[in-house]
C-alpha cells in the first residue's frame, strides 16, 4: 500500500493568501469591526438627526431647510465625536487642516443633497395635493434616505481620513528601511 504524504499546502496555493480570497471577505475582514462601530455611531447620529428633523418639520412647523440644518447639526457634532473616538480611535487635539476641513466638506455635501430632496419632495407632493401625512412622512424618508447613502460615502473618506493622523491608534508608521519616509506617503 502506497504512503500517502500529507502536505500543507504552500502560501500562494491558500485560499487566504492575498489576492486569492474574493473581495467582499478580505473587505469585511479588515473593516468588520470598525463598520460595526461605524454602523452604531451613525445609527447614534441618525436618531439624533431625525428626531430633530421630525420635531422642527412636523409640531414646530419649521421649513424644510430650517428642519434639515437644525436636524443636520444635530447629528453631526454627536457624530464626528463618536467617529473619532470609537470608531477610528483617533485621540488627541483635532488638526484643522487634515481632519476638520474634509470632516465638514463631506457632512456640508450632506446637508445640501438632504436639504435639496427634503425640498424637492415637498414641492413635489404639494403640487400633487398629497394628504399632510403623506407629506411628513414622505420628506422624511426623504430626509433619512440622503443620509443612508452619504453614510457609505462618508466611512469611505473617514477611513481615508482618520486612518492616517498621527494619533489614530493603527495608523501607518513609516517605513523603517525608508528613513525618508513619511505616515502621509503610505498608503494601504
Known amino acids: 500500500m502506497p504512503r500517502h504524504r500529507t502536505s500543507t499546502p504552500s502560501p500562494a496555493a491558500s485560499s487566504d493568501a492575498p489576492g486569492t480570497r474574493p473581495l467582499v471577505p478580505r473587505l469585511v475582514s479588515a473593516h468588520g469591526a470598525r463598520l460595526l462601530r461605524y454602523a452604531g455611531g451613525s445609527g447614534v447620529a441618525t436618531v439624533c438627526s ?4 421630525a420635531l422642527l418639520y412636523g409640531p414646530l412647523g419649521a421649513s424644510t431647510t430650517t428642519s434639515t440644518l437644525l436636524g443636520w447639526l444635530a447629528g453631526a457634532v454627536p457624530n464626528y465625536v463618536i467617529n473619532r473616538s470609537w470608531v477610528w480611535r483617533v485621540q488627541g487635539r483635532p488638526s484643522v487642516r487634515r481632519e476638520l476641513v474634509p470632516y465638514v466638506a463631506v457632512v456640508l455635501l450632506t446637508l445640501a443633497l438632504a436639504s435639496g430632496a427634503t425640498a424637492l419632495t415637498e414641492t413635489l407632493l ?5 394628504a399632510d401625512a403623506v407629506l411628513f412622512a414622505s420628506v422624511n424618508v426623504a430626509f433619512l434616505g440622503v443620509y443612508a447613502v452619504m453614510a457609505l460615502v462618508r466611512y469611505a473618506v473617514l477611513h481615508q481620513l482618520f486612518r492616517r493622523l498621527p494619533g489614530a491608534r493603527g495608523a501607518r508608521r513609516p517605513d523603517p528601511r525608508r528613513p525618508d519616509a513619511s505616515p ?3 498608503t494601504r
Open 50 to 53: 431625525a428626531v430633530a428633523f
Open 184 to 186: 502621509r506617503e503610505e
Open 126 to 130: 404639494e403640487r400633487a395635493g398629497a
